[in-house]
């Protein structure tokens, strides 16, 4: 399996699959069928199916898929058999929302430390976390074994905390900031701008009323 030939869209929406068939789970369902699923998130049976057949067979014809297993195999393909510790810099309304955020946790993503440099935050706490100065996160990373960090600062200082983050040595970045980071080629990024969802929304009313 290459990864590298896989569409993102692809993993955005195995990540989905993964969470219904765990609510299907605790429900006590046992098998589901590619158009349960599919009913399930809101796309189409031949999409479920495409995106599954990436990774291999899993159900049988004329059964479905068994629950369990599958949700195996989805949290295997999505790298979370193990926990990842995370830091986050922001101890802001943003960062109090994050730490606070069960599906993080549910999902196997641990924040470890909060940072900022605010000196009328540190030493506080938010939530179960103490905030810890920048200088300290160098030593966290190491002792955590952190390969994720989380921006969730204003616009102007994000990118100062993205370069922290890959001189610490972090591999990969979620940004909650509405600006682009510029970082080295092998540092994955991805980008969580609130602001242009809603306007996605209102775009789409516009063309409603038109």
Do not use: H
Not at 26 to 48: F, M, N, R, W, Y
Not at 165 to 179: H, M, Y
Not at 192 to 210: A, G, H, P, R, Y
């Amino acid at each position: 399996m290459k990864a590298l030939k896989i569409p993102e869209a692809t993993i955005t929406r195995l990540s989905v699959y993964s969470r219904f068939l765990k609510r299907l789970d605790k429900k006590g369902v046992t098998t589901v069928s590619s158009g349960e699923i599919a009913d399930g998130v809101g796309v189409s049976p031949a999409q479920v199916r495409k995106d599954l057949a990436y990774f291999g067979e899993f159900g049988t014809r004329g059964v479905g898929y068994n629950v369990k297993d599958l949700i195996r195999y989805t949290v295997k393909i999505l790298g979370l058999t193990e926990p990842w510790n995370l830091v986050m810099v922001g101890a802001g309304n943003l960062g109090s929302a994050l730490v606070t955020y069960r599906e993080f946790r549910d999902r196997g993503f641990y924040i470890t430390a909060v940072f900022d440099n605010d000196l009328t935050k540190i030493g506080k706490r938010i939530a179960d976390y103490e905030v810890m100065p920048l200088e300290k996160m160098s030593e966290v990373i190491k002792e955590n074994n952190v390969r994720i960090g989380i921006v969730a600062v204003p616009a102007a200082a994000a990118q100062a905390v993205a370069d922290l983050f890959v001189e610490c040595g972090l591999e990969a970045i979620l940004n909650f900031a509405p600006i682009s980071l510029n970082v080295p080629p092998d540092v994955e990024v991805r980008n969580v701008d609130l602001s242009v969802k809603l306007e996605i929304l209102t775009f789409n009313l516009t063309m409603k009323n038109k």
